[in-house]
Nanobody
């Protein structure tokens, strides 16, 4: 079973940037998609971004223009570059890799806190 290790979270001021990484124990080049989700305290987990096998990306309206999802197949890693961070971006961020079978694997989550 694939293991996903997330890193890059932390405390940042509003307007700052962070880059999250999701490193997989197996090749991700053949996956259907890779995604980022986030969950703030007391709220449902929400979808943030997708990147598909052909490179197509999709973003939630709340992060469009500020966040960028990317993939490095050679490093088996998915990234989320977060710019112009806002306090409402504060959440635990989770990566998800989805196989063509429909089975998904989740990372353990990394905390992002945006505060002055």
């Amino acid at each position: 079973q694939v293991q996903l290790v997330e890193s890059g979270g932390g405390l940042v001021q509003p307007g700052g940037s962070l880059r999250l990484s999701c490193a997989a124990s197996q090749s991700i080049s053949g996956l259907s998609s890779s995604s980022w989700y986030r969950q703030a305290p007391g709220k449902k987990r929400e979808w943030v971004a997708d990147i598909w096998a052909g490179g197509l990306t999709n973003y939630a309206d709340s992060v469009k223009g500020r966040f960028t999802i990317s993939r490095d197949n050679a490093k088996n890693t998915v990234y989320l570059q977060m710019n112009s961070l806002k306090p409402e971006d504060t959440a635990v961020y989770y990566c998800l890799v989805t196989w063509t079978s429909g089975v998904g694997s989740w990372g353990q989550g990394t905390q992002v806190t945006v505060s002055s």
